[in-house]
């Protein structure tokens, strides 16, 4: 394979820090990493634009964006995971003793409904407190990046000029997810969030997947190499990452690096499994929530949402 230059966009973060300073490099391709500070906006662009070779995505992005075919596929290199029972936050005054009481209010939403946050939390509403999704009214803050995507009756835009974190603060909404708001009224919706997140882990397995990674289809079609070549680097970077937090060996340690290293305890595996076999549970839960969320109509199967020569591969 013809080595490649390949425009390619992902956050510095620690499973991919030796890729991004160059200790770890693919065999046969060069990645020029672009910096975009506000990460979504890449995601926007991709989408929208094909704008990048290689490209950091939220997964839902994805998931929405392969069903609209857009002409990129991912490879099973899940960059970014976490839990989202903080996510939600709720006025105290409204009158909300537990989320079922969420039922028949509005709800807001940071961006758009298909924000991966956002899905995986209306999840955990459903699947841990029973609240029928299709009774809320969720009011998104932005559109979506795949401006083709239309959402169910009961998702609304919010009103011009005004901002989550104010109408949760007045009461207009119940409740907001994905938006940190400073206000005395304003709560996290489940105690002891972070808490919630690891019990979660150890009674259902419940590991959220965040982002991955995609690649131009056109591309993976005239180089069949590149995505092995693509997923090898990221893979040799996360196994670098994954030795130094089982060692202890990261002096200032971030509260994602802390999280990972609490998964590695609990579970006793490599936080960030790359591959599809270990992450099939996980993709097939979300994908299960898409559908049931009316992000999708139809499950597709995983297999056709990554590049063929990646299936086998497991880091």
């Not at 579970?267 to 270990?278: E, H, I, M, R, S």
Request: proline share 6%.
């Amino acid at each position: 394979m013809t080595e490649l230059q390949l425009r390619t966009v992902t956050r510095t973060q620690g499973n991919n820090a030796a890729l991004k300073d160059g200790t770890v490099t693919p065999r046969r391709s060069t990645l020029d990493f672009e910096e975009v500070p506000v990460l979504v906006q890449a995601f926007r662009r991709m989408v929208r634009e094909l704008e990048f070779d290689v490209c950091e995505m939220a997964i839902t992005t994805y998931l929405c964006a392969k069903a609209h075919g857009k002409r990129f596929s991912a490879l099973p290199i899940f960059l970014v995971r976490g839990f989202h029972h903080g996510a939600i936050v709720y006025n105290t005054k409204a009158g909300i003793a537990h989320p079922k009481d969420l039922e028949g209010r509005r709800v807001g939403v940071n961006r758009g409904y298909t924000v991966t946050t956002g899905v995986w939390a209306r999840s955990i509403l459903q699947d841990e407190y029973g609240v029928d999704l299709s009774r809320v009214t969720w009011v998104l803050s932005g559109d979506e990046h795949v401006a083709e995507f239309r959402p169910p009756a009961n998702v609304v835009p919010m009103e011009p000029g005004r901002s989550l974190d104010e109408m949760v603060g007045t009461g207009e909404l119940a409740a907001v997810v994905g938006v940190e708001v400073d206000h005395p009224d304003v709560a996290p919706l489940i105690p002891d969030a972070t808490e919630a997140g690891f019990d979660a882990l150890r009674r259902r397995g419940l590991y959220p997947i965040n982002h991955l990674v995609v690649v131009k289809d056109d591309l993976l079609e005239a180089h069949p190499e590149l995505a092995v070549d693509v997923f090898d680097a990221f893979a040799a970077a996360k196994n670098l990452y994954v030795e130094r937090l089982r060692e202890d060996a990261i002096e200032t340690p971030s509260s994602t690096d802390r999280t990972y290293k609490r998964v590695m305890e609990i579970t006793g595996n490599d936080p960030l499994p790359y591959g599809l076999a270990p992450n099939r549970p996980m993709l097939e839960e979300l994908i299960g929530h898409a559908v049931t969320q009316q992000v999708l109509e139809r499950p597709p199967v995983v297999e056709d949402l990554f590049a063929t020569s990646t299936h086998d591969l497991i880091a």
